[in-house]
């Protein structure tokens, strides 16, 4: 029976980076492991083929020679393909993994150690979830559903503490992939994204928006009442003949520190003139005087 194509056996393309091969490499690893497939022949002979392909894939040297040979390597001197006349550990030219001895595939899969022997801790989970802006600020409480390591829906309530950041990231213990010979769950890691908000936006603990102002307060000066985080609001001040694109700064009103919820970034707050559409002809010729006024001076 032919070999297969190792590209083929981990399902990645001929062009594939050495990350690539490395994700495809632990998935595929993962699901077929002897440990996690118990008194299953063929996802043991699947582990091993697996286990061969990334042997060969991952390592440079033995990549470019399977690319240009195949699996068979160069045909040496006396018509045997394994340099020296002897095949590589386990009976492949690259070394690849035949055996019965799955240490030292699982200490790289799982980090663990032998897992015919010694316990060993399961490996740690990550799931990416999405909150808003507002449950950054105050902090909340979420319940998500996510797919442990089995295959299996799962459910967890998670604590989002205030002043959480994009990518910032929240551990779970014990509730990642089960440990083996009793060795401890892995860790659930919710790694957190935030959704666009409608007004702010964040940099670090500061946040920043755009106030529509009519002309008439940039030029008259005037008050406007802004909603902030929190459910609250406050008063900007306009002092008149304001520029477009005025920025104040108000402090204290921004994002809370992850690290120390009482203390807060900035608030940067930008005014952006607001022109009519439409006119009267009262205004029309009020607007026509001034500009011969100011044409004038």
């Known amino acids: 029976m ?3 194509n190792y590209y083929d056996v981990l399902g990645v393309p001929r062009d594939a980076s050495e990350e ?10 993962r699901k077929f492991h002897p440990d996690v497939n118990p008194n299953n022949p063929q996802a043991e002979a699947r582990f091993k083929e697996i286990s061969e392909a990334n042997t060969v894939l991952s390592d440079k040297n033995k990549r470019a020679q399977y690319d240009r040979f195949g699996a068979a390597g160069p045909t040496q001197p006396g018509g045997s393909p394994f340099p020296g006349g002897q095949p590589g550990p386990g009976g492949s030219p690259f070394g690849g993994f035949q055996g019965g001895d799955f240490s030292d595939i699982f200490e790289s899969i799982f980090g663990g150690t032998d897992p015919r022997g010694r316990s060993s801790q399961g490996q740690d ?13 105050t902090g909340s409480e979420r319940r998500f559903q996510f797919h442990a ?12 503490p205030p002043g959480i950041e994009a990518g910032g990231r929240i551990r779970i213990p ?3 992939a089960p440990g083996f010979n009793g060795g401890r769950r892995g860790d659930l890691i919710i790694v957190v994204g935030i959704t666009a908000h409608v007004r702010y936006e964040r940099n670090g603990n500061d946040l920043s928006a755009k106030v529509p102002v009519d002309l008439y307060e940039m030029i008259l000066g005037g008050e406007v009442k802004i909603p902030v985080m929190g459910g609250k609001s406050l008063t900007l001040k306009i002092p008149p003949l304001s520029q477009n694109g005025t920025t104040h700064r108000i402090p204290n009103q921004g994002m809370p520190l992850r690290s120390n919820a009482t203390q807060r970034g ?24 001034l500009a011969h006024a100011a044409a004038r001076t």
């Open 125 to 137: 989970v990550e799931q990416k979830v999405e909150i808003t802006l507002e449950e950054a600020f």
């Open 266 to 289: 900035d608030l940067y707050l930008s005014l952006e003139v607001v022109l009519p559409t439409v006119l009267t002809d009262g205004e029309r010729e009020l607007f026509v005087k």
């Open 174 to 176: 014990a509730e990642g």
């Open 2 to 4: 032919a070999q297969r």
């Open 20 to 29: 690539e091969i490395r994700k495809a490499y632990r998935a595929l690893a």
């Open 149 to 160: 390591p089995s295959g299996q829906p799962r459910s967890i309530t998670v604590k989002i």
